[in-house]
């Protein structure tokens, strides 16, 4: 496509995101009343992107975010706070829950007390309830309190279906629980690849959401660069594809040392994780959004080494360049910031454990618990992509060729509001002595393309995704 025709397609896009909210919001009322890898000496875990649950007590009842801060010396957020903060509340009121979409959950294990759970949930924060759909894909295990992966898991489990819940209330819950985690080889991903697959190819899902990932450079052959261990497990990708499912992945926690340790410590190089690296899934980074108590925002997002963080230290976010995967099409308009390779994240949400999540379980210490990391945003966006697929009326597909050029549209005096993309330009994710990329105007390495503003980017991805063909690979 030649650049004349490349600029005459992004100004007719921008004309119609300026009256996109509207459009949708008139049509929804109108029709509706959400493995453990062994190779080359170091050894993955395929584990979740979270920071784990923090020690408060196990309370009986969250604490509003300013009692956090006097007590606990942080913030703490609820979902109602996180659906005004990203300005969701409009696009409730015009009709658009998700009603009529599917979200896909994967977790090893599960939660055995999830559907209870989620009931209390919902109950704290008047949301409608909702029964998840529980697929179980081989034998789980039974549920051992004092076997720590099985409890992060289920931590896991919790925290997706909460809040892809609570941000699109309409949609249906399906949770694959799948019955490895962590063992030798590749053993559990291509067990949860198959769940995908299989629940795939019997049209239940419109989105999936994936809180889990295991670094590059640890599969067997990457040392060779022989990358086959990584990219034949691709299809249940390839399959979402082909039937026009969103799937997304969380771009992990630390930085660009990732979420893998070897037996030193963190790998002393850039590092990126699988799936988020993938360019058939979209990957979602971490901020830390200032809230107050009413869930109004008192500040711009920022992300990586903030004085916000519980952990000054710490990363709030993953991200940088591929070591599997080159640049994707997609990213053909930001080659400056990506080089050659495939860069993540591509949009990014709250992470950071200074404005973590409240959750309700009882598998374990019963109670109210605050958990937060990449984890925790990668649901949020797969709720926003239910409600995006409400209002177009199908599902989206794979959304990076859109979602990029609602990026580049973002930068535009007259249509960049109307994108609902919000930039980030402030952090970075370095981490353990390795330099990282940091937050700057437009797309970067440290947020993507930022957060949103989802009264303008729900119409906006509905309609971008509608009109865009590609598959993004």
């Known amino acids: 496509?030649?650049?004349?025709?490349?600029?005459?397609?992004?100004?007719?896009?921008?004309?119609?995101?300026?009256?996109?909210?509207?459009?949708?919001?008139?049509?929804?009322?109108?029709?509706?009343?959400?493995?453990?890898?062994?190779?080359?000496?170091?050894?993955?875990?395929?584990?979740?992107?979270?920071?784990?649950?923090?020690?408060?007590?196990?309370?009986?009842?969250?604490?509003?975010?300013?009692?956090?801060?006097?007590?606990?010396?942080?913030?703490?957020?609820?979902?109602?706070?996180?659906?005004?903060?990203?300005?969701?509340?409009?696009?409730?009121?015009?009709?658009?829950?998700?009603?009529?979409?599917?979200?896909?959950?994967?977790?090893?294990?599960?939660?055995?007390?999830?559907?209870?759970?989620?009931?209390?949930?919902?109950?704290?924060?008047?949301?409608?309830?909702?029964?998840?759909?529980?697929?179980?894909?081989?034998?789980?295990?039974?549920?051992?309190?004092?076997?720590?992966?099985?409890?992060?898991?289920?931590?896991?489990?919790?925290?997706?279906?909460?809040?892809?819940?609570?941000?699109?209330?309409?949609?249906?819950?399906?949770?694959?629980?799948?019955?490895?985690?962590?063992?030798?080889?590749?053993?559990?991903?291509?067990?949860?690849?198959?769940?995908?697959?299989?629940?795939?190819?019997?049209?239940?899902?419109?989105?999936?959401?994936?809180?889990?990932?295991?670094?590059?450079?640890?599969?067997?052959?990457?040392?060779?660069?022989?990358?086959?261990?990584?990219?034949?497990?691709?299809?249940?990708?390839?399959?979402?594809?082909?039937?026009?499912?969103?799937?997304?992945?969380?771009?992990?926690?630390?930085?660009v040392t990732s979420q893998t340790l070897d037996g030193n410590g963190f790998f002393p190089y850039p590092a990126n994780s699988w799936p988020s690296s993938d360019p058939l899934v979209t990957s979602i980074g971490g901020t830390y959004p200032a809230i107050d108590d009413s869930g109004k925002r008192l500040a711009p997002d920022v992300t990586g080494n903030d004085n916000n963080l519980l952990d000054p230290g710490g990363v709030v976010g993953g991200g940088g360049q591929s070591h599997v995967f080159g640049r994707p099409d997609f990213q053909n308009g930001v080659k400056s910031v990506v080089g050659a390779q495939r860069g993540t994240p591509d949009i990014s949400f709250s992470a950071t454990l200074s404005g973590a999540a409240w959750v309700y379980f009882t598998f374990t210490r019963p109670g109210w618990h605050l958990i937060a990391g990449t984890s925790e945003s990668c649901p949020i966006m797969s709720g926003v992509v239910a409600l995006a697929a409400q209002a177009a009326g199908h599902r989206l597909g794979t959304i990076n060729p859109a979602l990029y050029r609602l990026g580049q549209l973002s930068t535009n005096p007259t249509f960049g509001k109307f994108t609902g993309i919000q930039d980030v330009t402030v952090g970075n994710i370095s981490d353990n002595g390795v330099t990282g990329p940091s937050a700057g105007p437009g797309y970067d390495m440290a947020t993507g393309w930022g957060t949103i503003d989802g009264a303008y980017f729900v119409p906006a991805l509905a309609f971008a995704a509608s009109t865009e063909g590609g598959h993004g690979d």
């Open 1 to 255: 496509m030649s650049t004349r025709k490349r600029a005459t397609r992004a100004g007719a896009l921008g004309l119609a995101i300026a009256s996109a909210f509207t459009l949708a919001a008139s049509t929804a009322a109108s029709t509706v009343t959400s493995a453990g890898i062994q190779g080359s000496g170091k050894s993955v875990q395929v584990r979740p992107m979270t920071w784990g649950s923090r020690d408060v007590a196990d309370l009986p009842t969250p604490l509003p975010t300013s009692q956090c801060l006097a007590q606990l010396a942080i913030n703490c957020y609820s979902p109602l706070q996180y659906r005004s903060a990203y300005d969701l509340n409009r696009v409730y009121q015009a009709g658009i829950t998700g009603r009529g979409k599917t979200i896909l959950i994967v977790d090893s294990y599960g939660s055995p007390t999830i559907q209870n759970d989620l009931n209390v949930f919902d109950k704290q924060w008047g949301l409608p309830d909702t029964k998840v759909d529980i697929r179980r894909f081989g034998t789980i295990p039974p549920f051992d309190p004092t076997d720590s992966t099985m409890v992060s898991w289920a931590e896991e489990t919790t925290l997706d279906v909460e809040y892809a819940h609570a941000i699109a209330p309409g949609a249906k819950i399906v949770l694959a629980e799948t019955p490895v985690a962590e063992t030798e080889g590749v053993t559990g991903l291509p067990e949860m690849m198959n769940a995908e697959k299989s629940l795939i190819d019997a049209g239940v899902p419109d989105v999936i959401s994936q809180s889990f990932g295991a670094t590059e450079d640890t599969f067997p052959g990457f040392a060779q660069h022989d990358y086959s261990s990584l990219t034949d497990l691709r299809y249940a990708y390839k399959d979402a594809a082909a039937h026009h499912v969103t799937v997304l992945a969380s771009a992990g926690d630390n930085g």
